[in-house]
Nanobody, 126 residues
Framework: VQLQASGGGLVQAGGSLTLSCAASGFTYSNYALGWFRQAPGKEREFVAATTWSGGSSYYADSVKGRFTISRNNAENTGYLQMNSLEPDDTAEYYC????????????????????WGRGTQVTVSS
C-alpha cells in the first residue's frame, strides 16, 4: 500500500499550486480521499476530503473557496488545486485514504484514515 503526495514547492502569495496523490497497492476507488497539512509546531489539520466517487467534497473553513479537491479513479490519483495561496498555507501537506462502505462516507479527522502518504512541502512567501 502506498500513497505518494507530490507537487509542493515555493510560491508567492496569491499564486497557485496543484498537489497530486498517487495511490497503489489497494483498490483506490473503494476509499475516500483526504488532504491534511501540518505547519511547524502545530497539529496536523484537516484541509479537504472527498468521497470515493468524488461526488461530494468537504473543506476546512480556512481554505473554502480557494482549494478544490478532486480525484481520477481510473488513474488512482487524487488532487488538491490550491489558488490564492497565503503565507498561512505554508505547511507539509499529506494525502490519506479511508476505506468507505457507503457512497457518502468521508473522513474529517486524522483517526478516520487508514493509509497515509509522505508529505509534500508547500511554502508561500509574502
Amino acid at each position: 500500500v502506498q500513497l505518494q503526495a507530490s507537487g509542493g514547492g515555493l510560491v508567492q502569495a496569491g499564486g497557485s499550486l496543484t498537489l497530486s496523490c498517487a495511490a497503489s497497492g489497494f483498490t483506490y476507488s473503494n476509499y475516500a480521499l483526504g488532504w491534511f497539512r501540518q505547519a511547524p509546531g502545530k497539529e496536523r489539520e484537516f484541509v479537504a476530503a472527498t468521497t470515493w466517487s468524488g461526488g461530494s467534497s468537504y473543506y476546512a473553513d480556512s481554505v473554502k473557496g480557494r482549494f478544490t479537491i478532486s480525484r481520477n479513479n481510473a488513474e488512482n490519483t487524487g488532487y488538491l488545486q490550491m489558488n490564492s495561496l497565503e503565507p498561512d498555507d505554508t505547511a507539509e501537506y499529506y494525502c490519506a485514504a479511508r476505506r468507505a462502505f457507503t457512497a457518502q462516507a468521508v473522513g474529517l479527522v486524522r483517526l478516520d484514515y487508514d493509509y497515509w502518504g509522505r508529505g509534500t512541502q508547500v511554502t508561500v512567501s509574502s
